[in-house]
């Protein structure tokens, strides 16, 4: 099946910094890219949907300028946690979908902790 | 509404026993229907899909899946759990459109005792 990364796979921040998590697709041209995220125990509750070339679209209650994403190609998106602050650690899992196809593959996430 | 259910929160079988985890769905159309396994700390793994046709779906692993139209309902099977099974599974509905996100139910945990 396609493979998705993701990087860094755990990351450990000061309050106040930004941190820039990458998705990419390795071998298949992903036109949407999803982030999620995902609390303890929880399911997971998706933030925004990215299509390649165009803005990102943001779910209710997720701040844009706080979580910038980027899908500036076909196989790589971003996403940038800026100003982190303790209540942002979490983990973040992105997905993403090639073409046409009904498929979402899910890259290993990113355990991010703001100290 | 659109919603995905997982009734059962937790789940313990014994190594060996048939394992059965509900979901149950809400959706205006014909949706595309998917069960997903996390590992601790890991990412999500597709085991199964079910988009048309047979409604009885063969997944990895092992895992089969039985779409019920009139019961609102896809519950993931498995006849001889194995210790390697214990993690977290999650039911998913999609719409047939691409670009669209997934809904995701709340999970099930699945323990498995030996």
């Known amino acids: 099946g396609a493979v998705v990364s993701q990087h860094p796979s755990r990351v450990i921040c000061k309050s106040g910094t930004s941190v820039k998590i990458e998705c990419r697709s390795l071998?298949?041209?992903?036109?949407?890219m999803f982030w999620y995220r995902q609390f303890p125990k929880q399911s997971l509750m998706l933030m925004a949907t990215?299509?390649?070339?165009?803005?990102?679209?943001?779910e209710q209650g997720v701040e844009k300028d706080k979580f910038l994403i980027n899908h500036a190609s076909l196989t790589l998106s971003t996403l940038t946690v800026t100003s982190a602050h303790p209540e942002d650690s979490s983990f973040y899992i992105c997905?993403?979908?090639?073409?046409?196809?009904?498929?979402?593959?899910f890259g290993p996430g990113t355990r991010l902790l703001v100290l | 509404a659109q919603s995905v259910t997982q009734p059962d929160i937790h789940i313990t079988v014994s190594e060996g026993a048939s394992l059965e985890l509900r979901c149950n769905y809400s959706?205006?159309?014909?949706?595309?229907l998917f069960w997903y396994v996390q590992s601790p700390g890991q990412g999500l793994q597709l085991l199964l899909k079910?988009?048309?046709?047979?409604?009885l779906v063969q997944g990895i692993k092992g895992f089969e899946a039985e779409f019920k139209r009139s019961q609102s309902s896809f519950n993931l099977r498995k006849p001889s759990v194995h210790w390697s099974d214990a993690a977290e599974y999650f039911c998913?509905?999609?719409?047939?459109?691409?670009?669209?996100?997934?809904?995701f139910g709340k999970g099930t945990t699945l323990s498995v005792s030996s």
């Open positions: 997905s993403a979908r090639g073409g046409t196809g009904e498929t979402q593959y």
């Open positions: 071998d298949f041209q992903a036109t949407t």
């Open positions: 990215s299509n390649e070339g165009s803005k990102a679209t943001y």
């Open positions: 959706y205006g159309a014909t949706p595309y």
């Open positions: 079910y988009f048309s046709g047979d409604t």
């Open positions: 998913a509905v999609g719409p047939n459109q691409a670009g669209t996100a997934l809904i």
